[in-house]
């Protein structure tokens, strides 16, 4: 139980377009989910949290108009990143919370900017 | 923003070794959890801990909520090749529904079969 999938796993694109990533709990319903973005060699670095059905809140030095995060139902939240530039090549990891009260975590998507 | 501290950063080891790492805080933590993650993975989690001074074991792997809940440790005993990933500590902070992990900056595994 307490299985979390992000899609796509990789993707890349070209500099100034936008890209979406999934992130679904598959058998619980995450009341909030988190996106995280990490560095080679680096820990996890958290951007923002949300809880369905209200608007995302973000850490401090994120740009919320850059990282737009939708979380419309309780096993569904998306990241779109907006206007990319190759600074923000990175992993991106999504995690869930819900009745299981740890944070599970995706397989993470590998964006690359180009 | 606050980040635990982790050590040792980095090992290097035998298999059949036994390994230990550990976290402490300048914070109280309610919760301490281990994770581990392997290349071009997101994190696992491996044990919850949350009670102070709780012992949890999961296969091969005990992990400790410390006394003055500002510290934790994770075991690993007879280490075999499959271990080696990065080993996260993290603790929850704040109360309430956007309570948020706080990371300690990683162990890195490597085993020598």
């Known amino acids: 139980g307490a299985v979390v999938s992000q899609h796509p796993s990789r993707v890349i694109c070209k500099s100034g377009t936008s890209v979406k990533i999934e992130c679904r709990s598959l058998d619980f319903q995450a009341t909030t989910m988190f996106w995280y973005r990490q560095f080679p060699k680096q820990s996890l670095m958290l951007m923002a949290t949300?809880?369905?059905?209200?608007?995302?809140?973000?850490e401090q030095g994120v740009e919320k108009d850059k990282f737009l995060i939708n979380h419309a139902s309780l096993t569904l939240s998306t990241l779109t990143v907006t206007s990319a530039h190759p600074e923000d090549s990175s992993f991106y990891i999504c995690?869930?919370?819900?009745?299981?009260?740890?944070?599970?975590f995706g397989p993470g998507t590998r964006l690359t900017v180009t | 923003g606050q980040q635990l501290n982790q050590s040792p950063q980095s090992m290097f080891i035998q298999e059949g070794e036994d390994v230990s790492m550990n976290c402490t805080s300048s914070?109280?933590?309610?919760?301490w959890l281990w994770y581990k993650q392997e290349p071009g993975e997101g994190p696992v989690l491996l044990i919850a801990?949350?009670?102070a001074g709780e012992l949890t074991s999961n296969g091969r792997l005990t992990a400790q909520f410390g006394i003055t809940r500002k510290d934790s440790f994770l075991n690993i005993s007879a280490s075999i090749p499959s271990d080696v990933g990065i080993y996260f500590c993290?603790?929850?902070?704040?109360?309430?529904?956007?309570?948020?992990?706080?990371w300690g900056l990683g162990t890195s595994l490597a085993v020598n079969p």
């Open positions: 914070s109280i933590f309610n919760t």
């Open positions: 801990l949350y009670k």
């Open positions: 995690s869930a919370r819900g009745a299981p009260r740890e944070q599970y």
């Open positions: 993290a603790g929850l902070a704040n109360a309430g529904n956007n309570r948020k992990l706080i």
């Open positions: 949300s809880n369905e059905g209200s608007k995302a809140t973000y």
